[in-house]
């Protein structure tokens, strides 16, 4: 038996796991807030006082991470990582790409050297924390 806040939060998981499988589709919150049994309204709030961040942000951060992987293991363009992603607009990729990763993503494609080291090492070192 789950106690109302165990219950509220893998209603919570539930749907960030939704939005880490369709990170690549535009953000829905009320279909998302359906999947935890909530308003949009509050599932944003619950959501960012349990993950520390908006679903938003999170979606973003989620996309430049697959970005980052993209732009490192394959020679596609940017502008396909960009639409490959989920973002319907280059400026808003390269912006966002910036303030998350500090660099531009053509930067970060010249930068990225591959790593002898296991891949679950690489993608721990270059996950994004935050925007800040």
Do not use: K
């Amino acid at each position: 038996m789950f106690t109302s806040t165990e219950e509220e939060n893998r209603r919570l998981l539930r749907a960030r796991d939704a939005l880490d499988r369709d990170f690549a589709q535009p953000l829905d919150v009320p279909a998302v807030a359906a999947l935890a049994y909530m308003s949009p309204a509050h599932f944003i709030r619950r959501f960012s006082r349990l993950f520390g961040e908006p679903p938003h942000r999170y979606l973003q951060r989620r996309r430049i991470e697959r970005a980052c992987a993209m732009l490192r293991d394959t020679r596609v363009t940017v502008t396909e990582v960009c639409f490959a992603v989920g973002f319907n607009s280059l400026g808003t990729f390269s912006r966002t790409f910036t303030a998350i990763i500090g660099r531009s993503p053509s930067q970060y494609r010249q930068d990225a050297v591959p790593q002898p080291v296991p891949g679950c090492f690489t993608r721990a070192w270059s996950r994004p924390s935050s925007f800040g």
